[in-house]
């Protein structure tokens, strides 16, 4: 087979933007040092730039935001290879479309030459499809070059990936999109019409993505603007952006985890923001109220039993108003749960007698606390010598309530926070009662 990285490879090269082509298309990187914001694949020590150095390319999965490179990244890698080139995206190719992608590939493997395969959105593929590249990436007729913004665990076969290296893109920040609104200004020769405070507003608008920035700053070149934009002005020309979040993906599950997280880690202002990022996206409010009413009892407990009270009545009162109104009383059982003293003692004795009663199996509880509806019962000891606790000093008999068979457990070890405080001191002294009670 010919070297990975010959010069003259047989292809043509990629076709030159047209003066008319939009401003994203025209600015697209020549060479990979071109592309912004992703340096640890492409600069100097970069994955990619490695393996392009050593002329060996494997298989690999672009994971990343829209706008971040991928599809650049795939065409460059393409135009320094000796491979056949082919690109399909997941979107519009079936099941005939890929057995011809394969046809071709192997029509080409059998002359000398692999293929590269750049497959868009190739989460989109089934579980079948995927498997079916398998075979011409094992045997080499394939170097498959995948694109997907889904995180590729959840999406992707766990055997396509073990034959993949998962690259991924980071979301472009503030100085990369800065970079790209420079390249787009020499580009056209004119500098965009905006303010300082402006073109910060509109590199945040972009959320990332450098393919919506460079086409909100094409709109804004194209336009006859005299004095530069403020903000406000800004944005009455422009649409907003909404913030990328699908409520069956990723970025779904990434944020109710920093909500949680933040308000484990007692951060109020933390927890209303990733709060309010989820509701400003369309989050079901339900939703979050499921999480919050969780969190009350598995990270507060006993700590503060008035948590779970809380979380309760903000779903009862979201129910009763609806939104947008119902939404303050979301609000107000986040901050409180943020705010309040945490435990998850709760969390950690479910957790323990679970085990424990899947251990023990069946035990029989001691005699004298067994139910004696009958005569019988109780003529063989169902209920015997039971002490009803009402009638004992401090309303504390200090029984064995474990079966005869196992030893007393303790499942439950309060905290010393909130009320477990008090609990914790209760449990001392019930505990002080029992053994003097067995001396």
């Not at 692999?114 to 394939?142: C, K, M, W």
Request: glycine fraction near 8%; include cysteine.
């Amino acid at each position: 087979m010919q070297g990975l990285f010959d010069e003259d490879d047989g292809q043509e090269d990629a076709p030159e933007s047209t003066p008319d082509a939009p401003l994203a298309d025209r600015l697209r990187p020549r060479v990979l040092e071109e592309i912004v914001g992703q340096d640890h694949l492409v600069g100097a020590d970069g994955t990619i730039a490695r393996m392009v150095a050593a002329g060996r390319l494997s298989s690999m999965i672009l994971w990343g935001p829209p706008g971040t490179g991928k599809t650049s990244l795939a065409r460059l890698l393409a135009d320094q290879t000796d491979l056949h080139f082919n690109a399909i995206s997941a979107v519009f190719s079936g099941v005939a479309e890929l057995k011809k992608v394969f046809a071709e590939a192997e029509m080409h493997f059998q002359s000398g030459k692999a293929t590269l395969l750049f497959v868009d959105e190739i989460h989109r593929f089934n579980r079948s499809q995927q498997d079916s590249f398998l075979p011409y990436v094992e045997r080499g007729a394939v170097v498959l070059v995948g694109a997907t913004t889904e995180n590729p665990s959840f999406e992707l076969n766990a055997a396509l990936l073990s034959r993949a290296q998962v690259l991924i893109l980071n979301r472009l920040d503030s100085n990369a999109l800065g970079q790209l609104l420079a390249k787009a200004e020499a580009l056209e020769q004119q500098s965009l019409p905006l303010t300082r405070e402006a073109r910060e507003a509109l590199i945040a608008s972009a959320d990332g993505d450098g393919r919506f920035l460079l086409n909100q700053a094409e709109t804004l070149l194209s336009l006859d603007i005299k004095d530069p934009l403020a903000p406000g002005s800004l944005a009455k020309i422009l649409h907003r952006r909404m913030a990328v979040y699908d409520k069956d993906r990723e970025g779904h599950y990434n944020l109710i985890s920093a909500l949680h997280k933040a308000m484990r880690g007692s951060d109020p202002q933390a927890s209303l923001y990733y709060l309010a990022r989820m509701l400003v996206a369309g989050e079901q409010p339900l939703f979050l109220l499921r999480r919050i009413v969780r969190f009350a009892s598995e990270d507060i407990g006993m700590a503060d039993p008035q948590a779970l009270v809380q979380a309760l009545s903000a779903k009862q009162a979201y129910e009763f108003l609806g939104s947008p109104e119902g939404e303050l009383a979301i609000v107000q059982a986040c901050l409180y749960c943020a705010t309040a003293p945490k435990s998850n003692a709760a969390y950690k004795a479910q957790k323990a007698a679970w085990k424990s009663a899947k251990d023990t199996g069946s035990l029989m509880p001691p005699q004298n606390i067994l139910n004696a509806p009958t005569k019988l019962m109780k003529e063989i000891g169902y209920g015997s010598g039971y002490s009803y606790d009402h009638e004992s000093d401090d309303g504390f008999s200090g029984d064995n309530y474990w079966p005869e068979d196992m030893k007393a457990q303790q499942f439950y070890h309060p905290v010393d926070r909130g009320f477990e405080h008090k609990i914790r001191e209760r449990l001392d002294f019930w505990g002080k009662l029992r053994a003097e009670k067995t001396r």
